[in-house]
């Protein structure tokens, strides 16, 4: 950045680094927990005529309110959720901004435990919002006292519950979900990006959203859906949190390509989802390998696996790069993540990082 560009920045982002992880162009990319299965041909054909039937149309703005696809997602959700509990956005990185917007901003704060999804002190950065960094304990677990105790302390008007959380895996339970709504005044965010993935047994929060009207949950069709590309994020809430973010969210924000494209992907919706059981395969495969060769893992729900004890983090990372397999080093000296992939990408990756660790011991 030049120094008169600098010199017109916000004072409160000059010397900040945006968001980055790297797109190299190597043969295993498993590096920003995408779903590597690409879409069954029958739902690409499916929203290739749905496109085709809104593209003589662009001439006109979409539908603001998006609600023919809130009906689908809440339908999709269940939990007796209607469209006006459900809001959608490109991407749930554009859902949490507009919950940063409405409900923090300038003199207000937002709490979080890291390590957690890097995106929401940088969203909070980037609206103005001070970030407190609540901390995990040391193997990334979250009790509930320690939540509460951190938000009687600091009385956040947002706070962040990553669950399964990014980059760790860990889920949390409940009662943790729960004992921050008592304990807090606030907003209280659940991001379940990666609730499709949860092993059985773990509920999601949508279970508490009646009768909690400060509770959001936060889902994208990124994950399993297998739709990074096409951007589609959404939130279940009361309707009066819905509501609020009519204030903040620009016209228009959801363009009628993007719409069309995820009804048309929604209609196919167990299709779509059936990848779920094999990533999940090999996420456990990662972490039973992992064990075996005497690294730490952290139990995982979601399409990622954290592990650690490396000597060299960064040194291994490195070597993995060097032989066609991109993880990512997620600043946690001596851990690094891997995404779950298809069966021979999860091979590939076992036999490099087998092959690396006899070199870097
Ligand atoms: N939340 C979490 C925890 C994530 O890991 C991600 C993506 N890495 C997102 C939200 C944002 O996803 P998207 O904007 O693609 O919906």
């Not at 339970?173 to 059985?200: I, K, P, Q, S």
Request: contains cysteine; hydrophobic residues 45%; charged residues 20%.
């Amino acid at each position: 950045m030049t120094d008169e560009i600098q010199r017109l920045l916000r004072d409160d982002l000059r010397g900040r680094s945006p968001y980055g992880a790297p797109q190299l162009d190597v043969a295993v990319r498993l590096n920003t927990n995408e779903n590597s299965y690409p879409l069954p041909g029958e739902v690409a054909a499916s929203i290739e005529k749905a496109l085709s039937g809104v593209v003589r149309d662009l001439n006109r703005y979409p539908d603001r309110d998006a609600v023919e696809l809130r009906r689908d997602l809440a339908n999709y959700l269940g939990h007796d959720l209607d469209v006006a509990n459900l809001w959608a956005a490109n991407g749930s990185n554009e859902i949490l901004q507009q919950l940063l917007q409405a409900f923090a901003g300038p003199g207000r704060t937002a709490l979080g435990f890291t390590p957690a999804y890097s995106m929401h002190p940088l969203i909070s950065a980037s609206t103005g919002t001070a970030w407190v960094d609540g901390h995990r304990e040391a193997d990334f677990g979250l009790s509930a006292e320690r939540a509460v105790d951190q938000v009687t302390r600091h009385r956040p008007d947002v706070v962040f519950l990553c669950s399964p959380n990014n980059p760790t895996g860990t889920a949390l339970g409940l009662d943790v979900v729960e004992a921050v709504l008592e304990a807090g005044t606030g907003l209280v965010v659940v991001d379940e990006a990666y609730a499709e993935f949860a092993r059985d047994g773990v509920p999601s929060a949508l279970r508490l959203l009646g009768g909690n009207p400060r509770l959001v949950v936060t889902r994208t069709m990124s994950k399993a859906f297998g739709f990074a590309g096409a951007r589609l994020g959404y939130l279940a809430a009361d309707a009066a949190v819905v509501d609020a973010l009519q204030l903040v969210r620009l016209p228009y924000h959801l363009s009628s390509l993007t719409q069309a494209a995820a009804r048309a992907a929604l209609g196919h919706a167990p299709t779509l989802l059936s990848t779920v059981a094999a990533i999940k395969e090999q996420r456990d495969r990662v972490v039973t390998e992992l064990t075996r060769l005497g690294l730490a893992v952290a139990p995982s729900d979601a399409n990622f696996v954290l592990f650690g004890s490396l000597a060299d983090s960064k040194a291994v990372w490195r070597s993995l790069v060097d032989r066609g397999v991109l993880i990512r080093d997620v600043g946690l000296d001596g851990w690094l993540r891997v995404t779950a992939g298809t069966p021979d990408e999860t091979t590939a990756f076992l036999e490099a990082l087998t092959a690396v660790l006899k070199e870097n011991p």
